[in-house]
């Protein structure tokens, strides 16, 4: 049985992109408050696998998350790609007529935006989770309190459904990481069928650095899927580039590897794996 640490209680987006990845294979979830916990659950336990959400189609990147990969050493072994989708769920007893505020995750409340405007009487209360929100207000009894969270959730704590499908923007996505301790990895994947890869460098300040890698990528017929710059703290003006790559022939991505190393500073691969 394999052990996953997320971040989110059970019913979270975390919680359901895990089940999906893995399909039948029986996991242990290893619930966390924090990203932050999820990297110390591997680093405490090297035979536990991490599951942590990297950027939304709506929300963007998650910045910090990046720089919790980086600083960790641990490798990505795989993504998944979840469709998020929203609804405002409350107490049995409680209704459109008696719901006073909605408590969600920042992120899930501003993709419900739109829907939200439509109900200015609702207050919007911050948590730190979707699922969580729906747990607290049952558990706890809360009336006069909704939740915006995942239907499992919903259905999970015995939440009433208001509304489904509540989202501003139906193309609603996030992209999961699938991380682990370097020497577990090939456990989890194998190197023959990875055709994805990430990677992160910093360059030297000069004019035309970044074209040149880029340049050197292209003739490698190695193609970019997303480049994300970070600013290195305490270097003014230096930044941490963050690049996924997709290819179909193993051996001309580590050519092109090697052709960049020389004009990269740190560059490390974070993961090399197979794409959703």
């Not at 979830?29 to 959400?53: H, K, N, W, Y």
């Amino acid at each position: 049985m394999k052990r996953v640490a997320i971040q989110g209680m059970l019913g979270s987006f975390h919680d359901i992109a895990a089940r999906e990845y893995f399909g039948n294979e029986q996991i242990q979830l290893i619930c966390c408050s924090t990203f932050e916990q999820v990297f110390d659950a591997i680093r405490e336990d090297p035979t536990v696998i991490g599951m942590t959400a990297i950027e939304n189609t709506i929300a963007g990147s998650l910045l910090h998350n990046y720089e919790l990969l980086r600083s960790s050493g641990t490798t990505v072994v795989g993504e998944h790609k979840l469709h998020i989708s929203h609804c405002i769920c409350c107490l049995p007893d409680d209704d459109w007529n008696t719901i006073q505020e909605v408590h969600s995750h920042p992120v899930a409340l501003m993709q419900c935006r739109d829907f939200l405007s439509h109900h200015p009487q609702l207050k919007n209360v911050e948590s730190e989770d979707t699922a969580g929100s729906a747990k607290q207000i049952s558990e706890e009894g809360r009336q006069h309190w909704a939740a915006i969270c995942s239907a499992d959730a919903a259905r999970m704590y015995g939440m009433k459904i208001l509304e489904d499908h509540i989202e501003d923007n139906k193309h609603n996505f996030t992209r999961f990481l699938v991380v682990c301790n370097p020497q577990k990895a090939d456990f989890l994947r194998s190197i023959a069928d990875t055709d994805k890869s990430s990677l992160v460098f910093s360059l030297p300040h000069e004019e035309g650095s970044l074209s040149q890698v880029l340049s050197i990528l292209s003739f490698y017929k190695i193609n970019m899927t997303k480049i994300q710059s970070l600013p290195i703290i305490g270097k003014e003006w230096q930044y941490l580039f963050y690049v996924d790559v997709t290819y179909d022939n193993l051996t001309r991505y580590r050519q092109s590897i090697d052709a960049i190393v020389p004009l990269t500073q740190e560059l490390k691969i974070l993961g090399e794996y197979k794409g959703h």
